[in-house]
């Protein structure tokens, strides 16, 4: 239903004269705004104020279905930044990493302009325009409310030093001022923050992680109290209090306490009488709906704030629509990001002629702090009359589980969970819908399991950030006549976008694939390949436990059949991995593809390229000039890569050998741009040149690239260092980044470019350079030891139980006990290490490899041809050889001319 009568009559009137009752209302029919249009042919202009998650959104969604490109957009943010992710402020408190909401295609488009750093000042509906603080008036044709909400401050003295947790440059001057007051005060500054809902347990735990004594000050008798009931909440208030975060419930701050002269915070004096120590105090009390340009426009307003709007997501003006935080639905606004995403879809849907409807709020809320898991949805203070709830509980683990059910105890209604939220991803689609079992065997604390993914009807609505159903995850799984289906995890989230922005229900999508990969024949299967059973990851400990040193014991042990090219290459692999011996050694060389037997990538005419490793990008201008001879005397083509390095192409197998020679004499190693394995450690000139610089990053980069170099892994993987938070090294693009920070190094995991691009996940910060490489040898070797085959760390991480707080625990914690064995691996494979060109050199029977044809040792493959192009050489296309009407020898030149 809209949100009131009066609302209603604006939307179904056909009488342009129709008014909402209230002078102060007017209503600007449809009817009369048509005729204002400028003609079909011309796009339709639509402003959106606004660029937080809400607009991206809506431009997104017009961006890729706005095929004839009827429409013209400009967005205005208030910030100085692209839309990002506010979900995830909290991970911004212990890292620069950047929050840029994906995908950014829409803000290269012709036809979509956003203007960040300027902000709407008024809107004037009878002349459909908007003027910006900038001072340029544009016109509209539809206009969208997407401006959001800002963090409330109540009235009391000593209010002017409250800080707010909202937006990034809020969360970037909490960083910085807590910095600032850790110097000053030469200890832990004291840090209150008012709020025990979502914000304010994500500030006070972020603020905790980076060394402030925490403490938080919340009216309701418990934590979370507009989402969890009191059993949910006591538990949740002993999980916090465990993480040595202080609780004050039940009252709030009357009074911010200052020095004699008001310039610093020494405490707050809280309603109840208590008074309490603090150096900072921030406010996350809830949202209050950014509507003042609403206000003055003269458009219908909630009672309690925000732009009524129908379930059309109009508000009282037919031209202007609204959504996210500022829209008010049915006298409620709400501050999370499923409902934001449903209604600019809906706006989407209906400025290109649709005619879809808002119709319920997900108000489901899912939090993990410090370890600490906790999810409500649906009905969970169980107000539906007659309901029953199923509770499990535990307080001495710090368990909380509840199921709302109706009073049949068949249908699921809401639920709660604190310390385990293993169900809530597998429940929360069912509300509403019956359950296949008794409620008390889906509560995990209890030792049951959540329904797999095959149980959920197509219509459940498996991501609700963007409004994904389990129906569409299925079909993308299946595909059609057209297209293949997505059968592992990262494409499926690529392409059904289910799982890419909280990112809770990615475990039921993973459930869902495989439930759906059963079901159609394709076995849920881990062995390696037909000849294996084991999956990479048992066959890796299986060669590790018994020692095995061949691929003949191997395969005797536990293959079958001579193997394939799946196969074959990981037991090469992991052989590599576990002992350092040369590669191509007893009867190793087999098992290697075409690159890793001629230990140089081949290219596309057959001719190969040379990669010498330059550690951290360093070079001498000695090397240089080696470099420059030798692509002289072969003829080579030279070409600077993104790793910082340099490719030399267009070389023949039986130059190899003569080529490595000389590099070796000069002090250069393989670069190993041929293996999985180590490629290189990308680096910024950090502190000693930089003047922004804080950390050596080269010397870094090159320690870590001799120490790392020649280590095989089940793909290859690439570092990155950056000697500041500009972030010239582009670290978080890599398998691990390091950017150093004032006291010490943060890194990074799980990032790498390519077709499926990721962000490196915060590891930890701040660490020295001995515990950094510690930590660095445990992440590396387990994933070594426990990734699939061809799988890069980012997909790994996906594929982990736990995903980055695995890692950490693993890595950081020890949490399976495996760091001493893990570090030691490391070690070994450090002491061993030997380049494998210069044990090529050394030993004659190695270099017989190298030659294009057994019987003519020194003759070139005749098949090769090259033409000049840009004062280089290339090979040469299939119409230039047919014009040349010979055939060439390599090295030979077919004459090219350049209009």
Same mark, same amino acid.
């Given at each position: 239903m809209p949100a009131s009568d009066e609302t209603a009559s604006a939307y179904s009137a056909s009488d342009p004269t129709a008014l909402v009752v209230g002078a102060t209302h007017a209503v600007i029919p449809a009817s009369a705004a048509d005729a204002a249009r400028p003609a079909a042919e011309t796009p339709r202009r639509v402003i959106v104020i606004g660029g937080g998650p809400a607009a991206h959104r809506l431009t997104d969604a017009l961006h890729s279905r706005d095929t004839k490109q009827t429409l013209s957009i400009v967005v205005l943010a208030e910030e100085n930044h692209r839309p990002y992710d506010r979900v995830a402020l909290s991970h911004r408190l212990t890292g620069l990493i950047d929050l840029t909401l994906e995908p950014t295609a829409p803000w290269d488009s012709e036809r979509i302009a956003l203007r960040i750093n300027e902000r709407a000042t008024s809107i004037d509906r009878v002349n459909h325009t908007v003027t910006t603080s900038t001072g340029a008036l544009?016109?509209? &044709?539809?206009?969208?409310?997407?401006?959001?909400?800002?963090?409330?401050?109540?009235? +009391?003295?000593?209010?002017?030093?409250?800080?707010?947790?909202?937006?990034?440059?809020?969360? &970037?001057?909490?960083?910085?001022?807590? =910095?600032?007051?850790?110097?000053?005060?030469? %200890?832990?500054?004291?840090?209150?923050?008012?709020g025990g809902g979502l914000l304010g347990l994500e500030a006070a735990g972020g603020l905790h992680t980076l060394g402030a004594e925490s403490a938080i000050v919340h009216s309701g008798g418990w934590l979370m109290s507009a989402q969890l009931d009191e059993g949910g909440g006591q538990a949740l208030g002993r999980l916090i209090i465990a993480q040595g975060i202080e609780l004050h419930l039940g009252t709030r701050a009357c009074t911010i306490l200052t020095t004699g002269d008001n310039s610093a915070v020494t405490g707050l004096q809280l309603c109840n009488g208590r008074q309490i120590d603090a150096d900072l105090v921030v406010?996350?009390?809830?949202?209050?709906?950014r509507d003042e340009l609403a206000r003055a426009a003269g458009l219908l307003m909630g009672t309690r704030g925000g732009v009524t709007i129908g379930n059309d997501c109009r508000t009282s003006d037919a031209n202007i629509w609204a959504i996210g935080e500022v829209a008010s639905w049915n006298e409620r606004c709400v501050g999370l990001v499923a409902p934001a995403n449903a209604m600019a879809e809906v706006v989407a849907d209906r400025l290109l002629g649709g005619t879809a409807e808002f119709t319920t709020v997900d108000d489901a809320t899912k939090l993990?702090?410090?370890?600490?898991?906790? *999810?409500?949805?649906?009905?969970?203070?169980?107000?539906?009359?007659?309901?029953?709830?199923?509770?499990?509980?535990?307080?001495?683990?710090?368990?909380?589980q509840k199921l709302v059910m109706t009073d049949d105890a068949k249908t699921l209604l809401g639920g709660i969970f604190v310390g385990d939220a293993t169900p809530y991803s597998a429940l929360r689609p069912m509300v509403g819908r019956q359950l296949r079992s008794e409620p008390a065997a889906y509560l995990s604390a209890a030792g049951a399991e959540a329904p797999a993914g095959d149980e959920l009807p197509d219509d459940a609505l498996v991501c609700s950030c963007n409004m994904v159903s389990a129906g569409a995850v299925r079909q993308a799984v299946r595909g059609d006549d057209h297209t293949d289906g997505c059968t592992e995890l990262g494409a499926l989230k690529a392409c059904t976008r289910a799982g890419t922005q909280c990112g809770s229900c990615v475990p039921l999508v993973k459930k869902i694939l495989e439930a759906e990969l059963t079901a159609s024949g394709q076995t849920v299967s881990h062995a390696l390949c037909e000849h294996f059973e084991l999956s990479r990851q048992e066959l890796f400990d299986s060669v590790r436990v018994l020692e095995l040193t061949s691929s003949d014991e191997i395969f005797s042990r536990f293959g079958t059949g001579r193997g394939c090219d799946v196969c074959k290459p990981a037991?090469?692999?992991?052989?590599?991995?576990?002992?350092?011996?040369?590669?191509?050694? *007893?009867? %190793?060389?087999?098992?290697?593809?075409?690159? &890793?037997?001629? +230990? =140089?990538? +081949?290219?596309?005419d057959g001719t190969y390229s040379v990669v010498p490793r330059i550690p951290g990008g360093e070079i001498t201008p000695t090397k240089l000039a080696v470099i420059a001879q030798v692509a002289l005397d072969f003829d080579l083509y030279t070409k600077i890569t993104g790793g910082q %390095?340099?490719?030399?192409?267009?070389?023949?197998?039986?130059?190899?050998?003569?080529? #490595? %020679?000389?590099?070796?004499? /000069?002090?250069?190693?393989?670069?190993?741009?041929?293996?999985?394995?180590?490629?290189?450690?990308?680096?910024?000139?950090?502190?000693? #040149?930089?003047?922004?610089g804080v950390q050596d990053a080269v010397g870094l980069a090159i320690r870590l690239e001799l120490r790392y170099r020649g280590l095989r892994a089940p793909h290859k993987f690439k570092f990155g260092v950056s000697g500041c938070a500009r972030e010239c090294a582009e670290a978080r693009a890599k398998d691990v980044g390091i950017i150093a920070s004032d006291s010490g190094w943060n890194m990074y995991v799980g990032g790498n470019g390519g077709f499926q691009p990721a962000h490196g996940q915060l590891l930890a910060t701040d660490l020295d350079e001995e515990t950094l490489i510690k930590y660095i040898d445990r992440y590396m070797m387990y994933y070594i030891r426990t990734a699939d085959r061809m799988q890069r760390t980012a997909r790994w991480m996906e594929d982990l139980g736990g995903g980055l707080e695995h890692v950490r625990d693993v890595v950081i914690n020890d949490?399976?006990?495996?760091?001493?064995?893990?570090?030691?691996?490391?070690?070994?494979?450090?002491?061993?290490?030997?380049?494998? #060109?210069?044990?090529?050199? /050394?030993?004659?029977?190695?270099?017989?490899?190298?030659?294009?044809?057994?019987?003519?040792?020194?003759?070139?493959?005749?098949?090769?041809?090259?033409?000049?192009?840009?004062?280089?050489?290339?090979?040469?296309?299939?119409?230039?050889?047919?014009a040349s009407g010979t055939v060439l020898l390599s090295g030979s030149r077919i004459p090219v001319r350049k209009e």
């Open positions: 544009l016109e509209y &044709d539809d206009l969208v409310l997407a401006t959001g909400s800002s963090a409330p401050v109540p009235e +009391m003295p000593g209010r002017e030093h409250i800080r707010v947790y909202r937006t990034l440059d809020d969360v &970037d001057a909490l960083v910085d001022e807590l =910095a600032a007051l850790t110097v000053s005060l030469g %200890r832990a500054p004291r840090i209150v923050v008012a406010y996350a009390i809830g949202i209050s709906p993990k702090l410090s370890g600490v898991d906790v *999810a409500s949805f649906g009905d969970a203070l169980a107000t539906t009359p007659g309901s029953l709830e199923i509770v499990y509980a535990d307080p001495a683990r710090g368990l909380y037991v090469g692999s992991i052989l590599a991995s576990q002992n350092s011996s040369y590669i191509l050694d *007893a009867g %190793r060389g087999t098992l290697q593809d075409t690159n &890793d037997r001629a +230990m =140089a990538n +081949m290219q596309k %390095r340099i490719d030399l192409f267009g070389a023949r197998l039986e130059q190899l050998p003569d080529i #490595w %020679r000389i590099l070796v004499n /000069a002090g250069f190693e393989s670069g190993q741009a041929y293996g999985k394995s180590l490629r290189n450690v990308k680096s910024c000139v950090g502190s000693t #040149w930089c003047r922004f949490s399976l006990d495996l760091a001493d064995e893990l570090e030691q691996a490391m070690l070994a494979h450090v002491d061993n290490y030997e380049d494998e #060109w210069a044990a090529t050199l /050394a030993d004659p029977e190695r270099l017989r490899r190298f030659r294009s044809f057994v019987n003519a040792p020194t003759e070139p493959d005749p098949s090769i041809a090259l033409v000049t192009e840009r004062d280089q050489i290339r090979p040469a296309t299939p119409a230039e050889r047919a």
